[in-house]
């Protein structure tokens, strides 16, 4: 099968990219507004991609209207935010977080999950998630409409390093995974 990227015809790209592109890592995004209200949704364009200093990116598409998606303007505004890590008992709440409420609805409320005060930035973490990563923005780039948010780790917490505790969830096409770990014999 042949997919010509460039005149894309009789196929969905994202469909067919995020099929072979497996899996991606979710980064449950928490984050503050102007108002002072929380906000939190899930972003699966989304990576490590630098580890000194270590370096994340987010990349944020518009809503419908073309206006900022909330995560985004938040982030811009407060210039931090924090990830939380998506755990398999989580799967159905990150599914609530990700529908589009305007900024005024805190999706904490929403999905019944706590929001705590972390160490280093303003934005809460998930009470509820088994890791966070705190981060400050580093800088925002457009490309093609999406928001590019890099975004500089600044402290991680961690109820566990163990993935049989994590129970880490990544994203398969438009739908989710488990993780298992391979050990490979030396
Ligand atoms: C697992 C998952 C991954 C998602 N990844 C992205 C992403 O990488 N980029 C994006 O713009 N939207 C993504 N979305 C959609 C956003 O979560 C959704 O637009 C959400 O309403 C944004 O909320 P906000 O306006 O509060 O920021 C994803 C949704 C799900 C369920």
């Known amino acids: 099968m042949l997919f010509d990227m460039e005149n ?20 449950w995004v928490s984050s503050v507004g102007k108002e002072g ?24 598409s518009r809503k419908d209207d073309g206006c900022r998606k909330d995560t985004a303007e938040n982030i811009l505004h407060t ?3 924090v990830i939380n890590l998506v ?14 409420f305007p900024p005024e609805v805190d999706e904490f409320k929403v999905a019944g999950l706590t929001p705590t005060k972390v160490h280093k930035v303003k934005s809460p973490r998930v009470a509820e ?12 780039e457009e490309l093609f409409g999406y928001d590019l948010i ?7 917490g961690a109820e566990s390093l163990d993935y049989k505790v994590l129970k880490p969830v990544g994203r398969l ?13 030396k």
């Open 173 to 185: 096409s438009e739908s989710f995974c488990e993780l298992i770990e391979i050990n490979q014999e």
């Open 79 to 81: 210039g931090d935010f």
């Open 129 to 140: 998630a088994k890791a966070w990563l705190e981060c400050l923005l580093l800088k925002q």
């Open 87 to 100: 755990s398999v008992e989580h799967v159905q709440k990150v599914m609530l977080t990700s529908e589009e």
């Open 8 to 27: 894309p015809s009789g196929f969905d790209p994202y469909s067919l990219l995020t099929r072979l592109i497996v899996p991606r890592p979710i980064a």
């Open 150 to 156: 890099f975004g500089r780790v600044v402290l991680v």
């Open 37 to 60: 209200i929380f906000n939190l949704a899930p972003f699966s364009f989304f990576n490590l991609i630098c580890d000194e200093p270590p370096i994340v990116i987010l990349s944020i």
